[in-house]
């Protein structure tokens, strides 16, 4: 069989058989890809002194306006004193508002402003161009088989967090 082959076991199940070289390219493919994918908001969050810890954390309180401070340290996994200090300072440029919880007041709720949705709409706006185009390339097969990838490469903790996501979608 020939290398990175598919074989068909004895009970019909697709094994798919990768060398280690091919492995190393996909890791590499990875690296570039992400380079990519960061590059357009990385030079964005310059212009207003901003780095990804920023961009993650509009990103995530956008996906779920009012989450609290401690859902957003889960879903980042980063520490309470990394946290507070991009916190801080989207909360003092008027990017992000926090409310104190209506049925519990030690808890801190996250909202984008018009501002911080503005940003997070520039930033993901171009994500998405250069997702659409390479799934464009792909094609519909190619995107189901990506996506199953990254889902099974998620440690289980984060996928739940994933998944999540998805059903608020629903």
């Known amino acids: 069989m020939a290398e990175g082959a598919i074989a068909t076991s004895q009970s019909g199940e697709s094994l798919l058989f990768l060398t280690d070289e091919q492995i190393r390219k996909g890791v590499e493919a990875m690296y570039f890809a992400y380079r990519g994918f960061t590059a357009d908001p990385d030079r964005i969050l310059h212009q207003y002194g901003y780095g ?17 401070v401690n859902n957003l340290l889960s879903v980042l996994g ?11 300072t989207l909360i003092e440029d008027g990017l992000v508002e926090s409310r104190i919880g209506k049925r519990d007041k030690r808890e801190r709720h996250l909202f984008l402003t018009e ?19 390479a799934y464009r390339v792909a094609g519909p097969e190619a995107v189901a088989g990506f996506r199953q990838v990254l889902e099974a490469m998620m440690d289980p903790e984060l996928r ?8 608020n979608e629903a």
């Open 52 to 68: 990804r810890a920023h961009h993650r954390a509009i990103h995530f309180i956008n996906r779920s306006q009012g989450m609290t």
């Open 78 to 88: 980063v520490t309470k004193q990394s946290l507070n200090r991009v916190l801080r």
């Open 115 to 133: 501002t911080g949705g503005k940003l997070e709409r520039e930033l993901s706006g171009a994500q998405r161009a250069r997702m659409r185009a």
């Open 160 to 167: 739940r967090h994933f998944n999540t996501l998805k059903d």
